[in-house]
């Protein structure tokens, strides 16, 4: 069972540097939060870590992700995206590069010279599973 | 174990209206998001949520709860506090109008007039175990 997003949602997505909460599991059962940049490929959410990063590690063992979309300018608007995840390396610098121009206007090594050039980067495909919320 | 929360991240609650993303644990295991008014006491987060919520269902079963708190106008800084609940009626009606007054500047009652009068409110103390972030 996969769940769609809204024509909203998409528009929100696509059209303005919304940031996202993800919720991946600790390896004790208790919810990680990080903030992220997200775009998205149809009804699936991308976003991307680096290997060995919390988030990262969590997802490898249990796959199951919930995203908080919520507005800056409409606080009382979200979209809560549950799904599962899938990780690959696999154009993982071009997403990043593809965020950083998003949110930044820039590529990721100009945003950020501090980053490390040899960090092995991932996409993080999200299929939605339910999508709970007003967006 | 207890946390501190920094005087940044104080400031940030009582003098913003910033909203914060809580995380529970399903039934299932897998987070559970939503938005929510915030404030504090010392080193305690407040919230305030309804009896048969799925997050106050959620926070009974497993009082392990993870809280973003992340600017708007400063989406770069964060504080990620993990923590566990107490869940106590007395003083709901209080905070929930405290809250209200400082997200909206009415009482509850006003802001949403539709809102159930005889919902049974419920005060989330969050006491924190850890805070992760830049705030």
Known sequence: ?????????K??????PVFATVATVQ?????????TWITRDG???LFSTQVGFQKERNLRRDPRVT??????DAPYTYAEVRGSVELSSEGAQVLLDQLSRKYTGKD???F??????????VVVRV???KVVGSL
Chains 1, 2 share one sequence.
Do not use: F, H, W
Not at 11 to 16: G, K, L, P, Q, V
Not at 67 to 72: F, S
């Open 11 to 16: 528009s929100i997505i696509d059209d303005t």
């Open 43 to 45: 009804d699936d959410l």
């Open 127 to 129: 299929t939605p599973r």
């Open 108 to 110: 990721y090594a100009e």
């Open 112 to 121: 950020r010279p501090s980053a490390k050039k040899n960090a092995e980067r």
């Open 1 to 9: 069972m996969t769940a769609s997003l809204s024509d909203d949602l």
């Open 27 to 35: 390896p004790d059962g208790s919810p990680q939060l990080s903030i």
């Open 67 to 72: 995203v908080m979309i919520n507005p800056a």
